[in-house]
């Protein structure tokens, strides 16, 4: 059974830094690209940012680009978002994603709150 558990989340004021992990179980891990989600109240959910399965190449949300990386440790079967630089509408649930062809699996979310 393919599981995404996504660890990182909380509260962190405006300016401040989170590091989100997500880890990952039941798959190949290295055969996947991962991506980043997020989904504010009231809004649709939008893809952050995403990276191959050898890492090689990633792509950002324009609102994101030059504070978010994402990267991945196959070895450890764990994608990261390290998010610099918060701003208040970056407040969202983040969800990791693994998609491989027609597979597609998400994980439940950690919540990111920015805020004084």
């Known amino acids: 059974q393919v599981q995404l558990v996504e660890f990182g989340g909380g509260l962190v004021q405006p300016g401040g830094s989170l590091r989100l992990s997500c880890a990952a179980s039941?798959?190949?891990?290295?055969?996947?690209?991962m991506r980043w989600y997020r989904q504010a109240p009231g809004k649709e959910r939008e893809l952050v940012a995403g990276?191959?399965?050898?890492?090689?190449?990633?792509n950002y949300l324009d609102s994101v680009k030059g504070r978010f990386t994402v990267s991945r440790d196959n070895a450890k079967n764990t994608v990261y978002l390290q998010m610099n630089s918060l701003k208040p509408e970056d407040t969202a649930v983040y969800y990791c994603?693994?998609?491989?062809?027609?597979?597609?699996?998400w994980g439940k979310g950690t919540l990111v709150t920015v805020s004084s």
């Open positions: 994603n693994a998609v491989r062809f027609s597979r597609d699996y």
């Open positions: 990276i191959t399965s050898g890492g090689g190449s990633t």
């Open positions: 039941g798959l190949t891990f290295s055969n996947y690209a």
